[in-house]
């Protein structure tokens, strides 16, 4: 046990260190794209990218957690996992990207820059089915490599990004570079899985009914987490103007650069929760709580700083052509934090077989937010749909746990996490305390 706190804790620790990299990265390139395109361009690019969010979803099958959770478990082989969800991802891919096409195609039938932009952007939903071998990193522990690669990914793409900058490019070619990312991470990714485990493609019938079966509860609930999670943008494109979704968008650049801490810490954690569940459940329901106290605390404190600082940071890092966004900023901080629950409240639904309440969960949030922006947006703008994008993250994240027999422990859970009860057990000090000093050596 002592060797897998050793192994998370480093684990942690690489995924932390290059996430906080590609952080800053992110944050200065996304300054210098979001200034040069001004908000209405900026916002047509993110109008689109919404769609892909979307469709890129229905091609992840909703594989993440299963495929972790039977790598940890060991009972199946290891690359046939792999190589298997690859190519059920690939196929998927394929047809989500034409679907996306077609869509922007009807929806805006005389505007063809938005149809090219969704022709560059959609081969990012087809190279994106190679970062299953992610999946394979991360129920290792082996976030290294993982970390290495979206840091040298990120690299190239900053790279091609003041390239355009320099050159005073179109738009069309900042659209490509959403898609430069996920080529650049897929190669470099796969480099380093079959230099690990050898190049051995194989895909089991089988074995693919066996994954979709258990992971159709998490591919639905994440579809529908990306409809509400991308409604706003695509109501305010659709109800206001792309102005509108670049303002709104620049409030999210700020607030999903933090969310990158959070994301690294439940991978690594995941693993750790998973092996806890099988092992003890009061043990696992304890670390499950300090898992969520961690996510919770260190959102709220970051939110609090951005939320008295907003009015600077928005000035200073995007000009006065975005100022009408620092109010929004305000709020879609506090809501981003709360989103991060839910992969951690996955886990539990996962090890429970309680996977049926993910999507009663994420049901309620689509209607609960759509009624919130249809009804805020024409009287208050981007403001109104940060609103009810915070309310529907309270909804299902906080409350609707406790209002289900069947969820209430884990949402007396998080609620105990809010308010720090009995988070900080002598073993864990001791864990803490032994796996510092052994990872010092």
Not at 300 to 306: A, D, E, M, Q, T
Request: charged residues 10%; contains cysteine.
């Amino acid at each position: 046990m002592g060797d897998t706190k050793i192994k998370f804790f480093k684990n942690v620790s690489w995924l932390m260190g290059g996430q906080l990299i590609n952080m800053v990265l992110q944050f200065i390139v996304s300054l210098a794209t979001a200034r040069y395109l001004g908000p209405s361009n900026y916002g047509t690019i993110n109008y689109v990218s919404a769609y892909i969010s979307f469709f890129s979803s229905v091609a992840s099958l909703g594989l993440a957690v299963v495929v972790i959770k039977e790598i940890s478990s060991g009972v199946e082989d290891e690359n046939e996992i792999i190589w298997t969800s690859i190519f059920m991802r690939l196929t998927i891919a394929f047809l989500s990207a034409i679907s996306v096409i077609g869509l922007m195609f009807v929806l805006n039938p005389n505007n063809k820059i938005i149809v090219l932009i969704a022709i560059l952007q959609s081969l990012s939903i087809l190279f994106s089915a190679f970062d299953t071998a992610n999946y394979w990193f991360q129920a290792k522990l082996l976030s290294k490599y993982t970390s290495i690669s979206s840091l040298v990914a990120y690299i190239g793409m900053s790279i091609y990004r003041i390239y355009l900058l320099a050159h005073n490019a179109n738009i069309l070619w900042f659209a490509f570079s959403f898609s430069v990312d996920c080529i650049l991470l897929a190669a470099l990714l796969m480099l380093f899985y079959i230099k690990k485990v050898g190049f051995h493609p194989i895909f089991s019938k089988k074995l693919c009914k066996s994954l979709l079966i258990q992971s159709y509860h998490y591919m639905i609930a994440g579809l529908i987490t990306i409809i509400y999670s991308q409604m706003d943008r695509v109501l305010l494109g659709t109800m206001l103007n792309k102005n509108a979704v670049g303002l709104y968008s620049a409030a999210l650049t700020i607030t999903t650069l933090w969310g990158i801490i959070p994301t690294a810490f439940i991978q690594s954690a995941s693993t750790i929760l998973f092996k806890a569940a099988n092992q003890n459940k009061i043990l696992f329901m304890q670390r499950l709580k300090q898992v969520y106290a961690i996510i919770l605390w260190l959102n709220i404190v970051y939110s609090i700083g951005v939320s008295i600082f907003a009015e600077l940071i928005i000035r200073i890092s995007f000009g006065k052509d975005y100022s009408a966004a620092e109010s929004t900023l305000i709020i879609v901080v506090w809501y981003y934090g709360i989103s991060c629950l839910s992969s951690v409240t996955q886990v539990y639904l996962s090890s429970e077989g309680k996977n049926k309440y993910i999507n009663k969960f994420c049901i309620a949030g689509v209607i609960f937010n759509f009624i919130l922006n249809w009804l805020l947006i024409p009287v208050y703008g981007i403001l109104g749909s940060a609103i009810a994008t915070l309310l529907t993250h309270i909804l299902i994240q906080i409350v609707m746990p406790v209002f289900y027999k069947e969820t209430r422990e884990v949402g007396i859970t998080i609620i105990k996490a809010i308010f720090l009860r009995d988070i900080f057990d002598e073993k864990l000090k001791k864990y803490i305390f032994s796996s510092f000093k052994k990872f010092k050596k």
